[in-house]
């Protein structure tokens, strides 16, 4: 029995065509018209003379006879009649990307590139898959081209996503996208690869400051580092003109420092602005390798374009972390600031690329519906004219509906206008044949409510912004008991998919347990099925740093997160923050709620602070007698976040009593500050004076008192 209750409760998101906004273009959605009418298909070259056409159309002759249930309805030879054909033509002239033209019994397929065909010949057969029975492409995601589309330019002329779904070449190659694995000789703040290790990097090449030679930043002036960089280039990727050309990003080290040597001052350097020496070395690299591309990034040091334009094969790289990821971001004033600095650099060169994200970079397993939103974007940088985007995914690490996001991204890369609802449905039904209404209804109930709530989503968020923006527990409950009743009968490939995802959604689960979001269910049985992570590959994390699965599941195993012992006189009793000018906050319920915070998030229980001296107050009257108070902290260097230096418990003027770190830990941990104190007395109000250590900010939780002392 299909899962009713929740596939009607979602119905009207499948009936429903969500436009979010805009108007939907019918893009891909042109009927073949009568082609099972059709016994038998021609695939032929337009112009036979031409190497290129014939190469092309026995190709699409041989992956279409894969994919054909009937052999005998393909041939290669013309016929005048019963026959439909299908041509297919290189034009590098061709000012498209591709065209499709269909007319009576004939379709021509024209691309100005070889790598453009390859897309387009897959294009062809999934579209054909999905207007003629005879035609089984379930290996391939479905079309977004017309079978007659006339002469199409897709949205941006280069197109990224790293993500595991986008991992392979093939995959790569047939989606007509980049990756940096593959593509790119130099990716991100890498120039120390040029030289192999870092003893082999010489004085001269290191940036010049306060009058030393620093090993955090480069002098782009150097000619050692010129040369390091084109013996890299012409060592593994040639001049480009032999083997397939590659890109290169040339940035700075991720700080402010710039270099002030007489040559860098001399191109234009300043002390903040290192755009001079970095764009002159570009130049130079750009003419001795006019195949290859060079980029430089708006950031920090280099956010300033050069005064003159860029050479042709030179462009520039924007971050798009600092832009809110929602539908009605695109008018507020962060975004107007971005827009001014990307009309500033196309003063300069046409070649935009835009670093963007399509991650909860601190929880790559709970669902994460932020394809309107992506849309959204990507229709602003359409209407900039962004030459290409590149978008940050997971890498190589699952994350939950990574395959229909990945090809979601692939698509609007191509075409912004594309119905989202609709092609996520096809999707679905692909490539989930038993369980894909469920997947899309719920899918698309989750953008739904990012979209009507106006949410924007965290880059760098925990479960309870989840729950906050779009996750109703109810529903997600449901979800997941129907779709684990629906993996039960689903076929093999299929089901391995499911697996996957159900497993990811265990994580989920353990979150709203460990959340108090829902503390009616049992957590013993979403850990063991949690642990299935280790029999798939790419599955070690769940989150971009610091985030090992089996860390994970052994904090789980080894902390009572929700066991509070016997005898704490705090248990939910009121906590505030002391202010400066001496008022209260509102209790903080994070203290004394019994759930402990995992040494590897920052998210859930902990309440942070950048004070140097924290000061925290309890009413009198909750604590009598002599005891022992214990303090939760969290030690984080990898976040900036560090155990105290001092603990001290006052009443009044009286001291009750101190603890002293003897030493800080090395790395994540839960440090326990246990202060033993004297009598308390009825009368005056409870205050403790926290002092920070050596790092910026502090991360307290459970505050316990216990009756004697330890």
């Known amino acids: 029995m299909r899962n009713s209750f929740l596939v009607s409760k979602f119905v009207r998101l499948l009936c429903l065509t969500v436009v979010w906004g805009c108007s939907v273009t019918t893009y891909g959605c042109h009927p073949a018209g009568g082609f099972g009418s059709y016994k038998e298909f021609a695939i032929l070259p337009l112009k036979e003379e031409l190497k290129a056409d014939s190469k092309w159309a026995s190709y699409l002759w041989r992956q279409s006879a894969r994919r054909v249930t009937d052999k005998n309805c393909l041939t ?44 387009l010949v897959y294009q062809w057969i999934a579209r054909m898959a999905e207007e003629d029975d005879r035609w089984q492409a379930n290996d391939l995601e479905p079309a977004i081209i017309g079978l007659n589309d006339g002469a199409r330019s897709l949205d941006f002329a280069y197109r990224s996503i790293y993500s595991p779904s986008m991992a392979s070449p093939d995959m790569q190659a047939i989606t007509a996208n980049r990756h940096v694995d593959y ?51 012409l060592e593994n990727y040639g001049d480009g003109t032999k083997a397939a050309p590659s890109l290169f990003a040339i940035l700075p080290d991720d700080n402010h420092e ?16 290192a755009t001079p020496a970095v764009t002159s070395l570009l130049r130079r690299l750009a003419v001795r390798f006019l195949a ?7 950031y920090a040091t280099t956010v300033t374009p050069p005064e003159m334009p860029l050479p042709e094969n030179v462009g520039v790289i924007l971050s798009a972390i600092d832009l809110p990821l929602s ?10 600031e971005w827009m001014n600095l990307v009309t500033r650099w196309q003063k300069v060169t046409h070649r935009i690329l835009v670093w963007d994200y399509m991650r909860n970079f601190d929880d790559y397993l709970t669902p994460y519906p932020c394809l309107g939103s992506i849309q959204n974007r990507l229709r602003t940088y359409k209407h900039l004219g962004i030459w290409g985007v590149f978008f940050n995914g997971s890498g190589d690490d699952y994350s939950t509906f990574d395959d229909v996001q990945t090809f979601m991204v692939s698509s609007l890369l191509k075409n912004t206008e594309l119905d989202v609802p609709q092609l996520v449905k096809r999707y679905f039904r692909r ?96 850990l063991d099925l949690l642990k299935g992570y280790k029999n798939f590959p790419n599955w070690s994390r769940y989150k971009e740093a610091n985030g090992l699965l089996d860390e994970y599941v052994a904090e789980w195993q080894g902390i009572h997160f929700h066991a509070p012992q016997k005898g704490n006189r705090l248990s939910g009793q009121a906590v505030s923050v002391l202010a400066s000018d001496g008022s209260h906050s509102a209790p903080v319920l994070a203290w004394t709620d019994g759930y402990y915070g995992f040494p590897h998030d920052y998210h859930l229980h902990w309440v942070i602070t950048s004070q ?40 009044g003027e009286k001291l009750l009593g101190s603890w002293k770190a003897s030493s800080a830990p090395d790395d994540f941990s839960i440090v326990k500050a246990v202060v033993n104190t004297k009598a308390v007395g009825a009368q005056g109000d409870i205050k403790i004076i926290i002092t920070s250590g050596h790092l910026k900010k502090m991360a307290c939780d459970e505050i316990e008192w216990y009756e004697g002392n330890e």
């Not at 019994?105 to 390859?118: D, R």
């Not at 710039?258 to 602005?273: H, L, Y």
């Not at 539908?327 to 107007?336: D, H, I, N």
Request: aromatic share 12%.
């Open 76 to 119: 290669e030879v013309a016929k005048p009649d019963g026959q439909f054909q299908v041509y297919v033509h290189i034009d590098p002239s061709l000012c498209a990307d591709y065209a499709v033209r269909t007319e009576g019994g004939k379709t021509i397929l024209t691309a100005p590139t070889e790598e453009n065909m390859l897309w």
């Open 612 to 651: 140097k001296e924290w000061q925290l107050v309890i009413p009198k009257g909750q604590l009598q007698r002599s005891g022992s108070m214990v303090l939760s902290f969290l030690h984080a260097p990898a976040w900036k976040i560090g155990s105290p230096s001092e603990v001290k418990v006052f009443q």
């Open 183 to 233: 593509h790119w000789g130099l990716w991100g703040h890498n120039l120390r690869k040029v030289f192999g290790s870092d003893k082999n990097i010489p004085e001269t090449a290191r940036a010049l400051v306060a009058g030393k030679r620093i090993p955090t930043q480069w002098c782009f002036s150097s000619d050692a580092l010129y040369k390091a960089i084109e013996s890299y280039i």
């Open 258 to 273: 710039v270099c002030q040597c007489d040559f860098c001052r001399k191109a234009g350097n300043t002390s903040v602005n």
């Open 292 to 298: 290859h591309s060079f980029y430089t990034s708006a």
């Open 327 to 336: 539908f009605v971001a695109t008018q507020g004033k962060v975004y107007q």
């Open 431 to 526: 490539f989930y044949p038993q369980s894909g209404d469920l997947l899309a209804a719920y899918y698309l109930s989750l953008e739904e409510q990012v979209r009507s709530r106006r949410v924007t989503l965290e880059w760098y968020g925990g479960i309870s912004d989840a729950v906050n923006a779009y996750l109703s527990v109810g529903e997600f409950q449901q979800f997941y008991t129907a779709l684990d009743r629906l993996s039960k009968t689903a076929g093999e490939e299929e089901r391995r998919r499911l697996n996957q995802l159900l497993t990811a959604l265990n994580f989920t689960q353990l979150e709203l347990i460990r959340s108090g979001k829902d503390a009616s269910l049992q957590a013993s049985e979403f």
